[in-house]
């Protein structure tokens, strides 16, 4: 009796199910770890100082679980391994996107010592939120499961909603997480109302069942319902990625929240969304190409070309570059018109060149903060060349590359992208296609303007009396923008070993199915 | 009682709490709100967990339940921090960030 009932728990819950959660559970615990630090180190200095430190390791053990979970057989033959009964899976895509989690946490938490130090205010959440929102998306990542999505889903967002309002002292913090937290709250009620019907027709919430349920030809499914469960997945999942018309809270949390925390929100979260995208749209909704490929066109036009022109206008850097990830997601949103191989391929290595040039930019905003300058106005960075030689040089890189130019990242991820859509043109003949690509490329024309009026603030105007003062550049945030340069530059000119590892998403395209 | 009558109630409830969330100004109105679209999304999964005959609607609904709970007390905490500064919960006036 106690044997069988031994083998039953076992069969739930059994070690292998452990192991393959390994990288999750470090984060927590060592996110745990820094909450229970701050009833056991009263001195400020010195708790803000280890929770740093511990915060670094958490990332530090993760990847260790991951590397080991790489050599985990069965993940790459495209079915990948299930888990806890078909609830999380772990194939090519949970492992890339695993990656591209871990490297956005391990670049913010090396940029928020010196900004915590600045800003003089630090308490322990600030860490452990962080450790914990990366573990959220990593379980998203690998959710096969209606409930699992949404359970992971919340879990990052709640995190994020108290991570953007934490600078509670100052208004636009908390009316950034303010805004955030309803239009966010609002989005995932769309979203459950969408998953809602999903279950009402399939009557199960696996991912792998619905599909063959859906799209098995079977009368019960009422297309129109289909349709409107679709739009709802998409309203909900747009305000996540923040795609025009569902970006309003976008700018401003981006403004309000603190600079490390707007790099980290303006990667690793909308990554994650778009794994639930790759995850419900490629598979589910095979049976409605011709609704799927309108909508999502018409959506990656306006995000886009809205994203880009509002950028235009802006004075303040962090809108700017706020207006810009819309646009990133406008381009993100082309890759997946196209549902094949290549264009998994071309999400994932646009994902990747993003997080590093994006990063990137944001390091040298919040670098830029100094005792008299907030360093978020375009003013602040005039004649950058002449006070900050290497800063200003660094940040032409990632702009240049955020505008796509050859020898740098984002060029990469352009032609990925751009090919992408054009393929699916050629085999399928939908003018629609073929028009998106035309609004993109005109697109990148409008992003190069923006970008170069940073640009030739730094290179062309003079400095103020203020900006002579010296940036103090610690070690950890030099580290960041280090290895974010290094990535942009090298990813531009020897792409291949990159393009290898999007593969690894790529190749897990039947695992979707 | 047909299925369509409680798919209504629920679609109806749904629009009501969009429209609270679009057209009301005072911020613990649309939490509110919120909550009575996430009503009308435990109603749907209920009804089809009946349908069906298995129960992983009726989890669904417990977990978002739970999650909606959670959601709410990191809400209220924000409007809190709104409070302190503005001395209103009415989110027209809470405007420095625009554009």
């Known amino acids: 009796m106690l044997g069988d009932s031994l083998k039953l728990v076992n069969n739930i819950l059994g070690i292998k199910d452990i192991a393959a959660f390994s990288p999750q559970i470090q984060l927590l615990i060592w996110g745990i770890a820094i909450l229970l630090l701050s009833v056991f180190v009263k001195d400020k200095k010195s708790r803000m100082n280890i929770s740093f430190y511990f915060s670094l390791l958490g990332v530090f053990f993760s990847g260790w679980s991951y590397i080991k979970l790489l050599r985990l057989e069965g993940i790459y033959d495209g079915e990948g391994i299930k888990f806890f009964n078909g609830i999380f899976k772990l194939d090519g895509i949970t492992i890339f996107f695993y990656g591209i989690f871990l490297l956005a946490g391990l670049l913010t938490i090396l940029l928020s010592k010196r900004f915590l130090e600045e800003e003089s205010t630090f308490e322990s959440e600030y860490y452990s939120l962080l450790l914990l929102s990366i573990m959220a998306m990593m379980c998203m990542a690998g959710s096969n499961d209606l409930i699992g999505i949404y359970i992971s889903l919340e879990f990052m967002s709640i995190s994020i909603y108290v991570l953007v309002g934490y600078l509670r002292k100052q208004l636009r913090s908390t009316e950034g997480a303010i805004k955030y937290f309803i239009l966010g709250a609002f989005s995932s009620g769309l979203l459950l109302f969408g998953m809602s019907f999903i279950y009402g027709m399939g009557g199960t919430t696996n991912l792998t069942q619905l599909f063959r349920i859906l799209t098995g030809g079977k009368s019960a499914i009422s297309e129109p319902l289909l349709v409107l469960s679709m739009l709802l997945i998409l309203a909900g999942m747009g305000f996540k990625v923040a795609a025009v018309p569902f970006h309003m809270w976008c700018p401003d949390a981006y403004e309000g929240a603190p600079t490390p925390i707007t790099a980290f929100m303006s990667v690793a979260p909308k990554a994650a969304g778009f794994v639930i995208f790759i995850r419900l749209f490629f598979s589910l909704f095979k049976t409605i190409t011709y609704e799927y490929v309108s909508v999502l066109a018409l959506l990656s036009i306006i995000t886009m070309t809205v994203g880009n022109v509002i950028a235009v206008k802006q004075t303040n850097i962090k809108r700017l570059l706020a207006y810009s990830s819309i646009s990133h997601a406008g381009f993100i949103l082309m890759g997946l018109l196209a549902r094949n191989e290549f264009a998994l391929k071309s999400i994932g290595m646009y994902i990747l060149c993003y997080l590093f040039m994006n990063i990137g930019a944001f390091a040298i905003v919040i670098v830029m903060r100094r005792k008299n300058i907030i360093g978020e106005e375009l003013d602040d960075y005039k004649g950058l060349i002449h006070t900050h030689p290497v800063m200003a040089s660094f940040m032409t890189v990632f702009l240049l590359s955020l505008a796509g130019i050859p020898p740098t990242a984002g060029f990469v991820a352009k032609y990925f992208v751009f090919s992408t859509v054009i393929k699916e043109f050629l085999k399928s003949g939908d003018r629609l296609l073929l028009y998106v690509a035309v609004v993109g490329a005109i697109n990148a024309v409008i992003a190069l303007y923006y970008y170069f009026r940073i640009v030739k603030r730094m290179f062309m105007g003079e400095p103020t009396k203020e900006s002579e003062e010296k940036v103090a550049v610690n070690f950890y945030s030099g580290l960041s923008i280090g290895i974010a340069f290094f990535f942009t530059l090298f990813i531009g000119v020897y792409a291949e070993p990159f393009i290898r590892f999007a593969d690894l998403i790529g190749n897990s395209f039947r695992s979707l199915f | ?99």
């Open chain 2, 1 to 99: 009682m047909s299925l369509y009558n409680f798919l209504y109630l629920s679609s109806i409830i749904f629009t009501l709490g969009v429209i609270g969330v679009l057209v009301r100004r005072n911020v613990l109105i649309v939490l509110m709100s919120i909550e009575l679209m996430l009503n009308a999304v435990n109603l749907n999964l209920i009804v089809f967990s009946k349908l069906w005959g298995n129960v992983v609607g009726q989890v669904f609904t417990v977990f978002v339940i739970t999650v909606a709970a959670a959601e709410t007390a990191v809400g209220l905490a924000i409007v809190v921090a709104i409070y302190r500064h503005k001395d209103t919960v009415n989110i027209d006036e809470v405007n420095i960030l625009k554009w």
